[in-house]
């Protein structure tokens, strides 16, 4: 099956707003509005690494971090969310509009608790960007 990518569903919405609201919720009440802003993002999940408050068997939480890195790099970028459906399954995915760049920010967080790294969240933030932003500087993925 060919890649094929899609606008959300409302049902994908709902679903990663589920997402940010598991990770959002480590916000005391009074301070949520700071999942609003990039560094809010970084430091929220920056935190939870460190107090080890996911495990690598905790899927479903890992994915919660990867919607929340996802949203900080979209905010920074203005990437969107799309979906990418293909012979492993349908994955949500970050692109930049007009052009063929698309990032999995998902599994970026769970890939390395999965080998055991100590994750600095702005060091990973920062190394997607630079490489998605030089991506997208080549003509080769530019729609035609």
């Known amino acids: 099956m060919e890649q094929q990518v899609f606008k959300p569903t409302a049902d994908d919405l709902a679903l990663h ?55 900080a790099i979209a905010q920074k970028l203005q990437m969107e969310w799309i979906i990418v459906e293909d012979e492993s399954g349908r994955d949500p995915a970050l692109r930049f509009p007009g052009t063929t760049v698309i990032a999995y920010p998902l599994s970026m967080i769970s890939k390395r608790v999965d080998r055991g790294e100590i994750i600095d969240v702005s060091d990973l933030f920062d190394g997607v960007c630079r490489h998605v932003l030089s991506m997208k500087r080549n003509p080769e993925y530019q729609r035609h």
Not at 49 to 57: F, N, Y
């Open 17 to 71: 707003e589920n997402w940010r609201d598991c990770t959002r919720g480590h916000f005391a009440s009074d301070a949520r509005d700071q999942y609003n802003s990039v560094t809010g993002k970084l430091r929220l999940l920056q935190a939870i690494l460190d107090a080890g408050w996911v495990e690598r068997s905790e899927g479903a939480k890992l994915r919660c971090l990867g919607v929340t890195l996802g949203d």
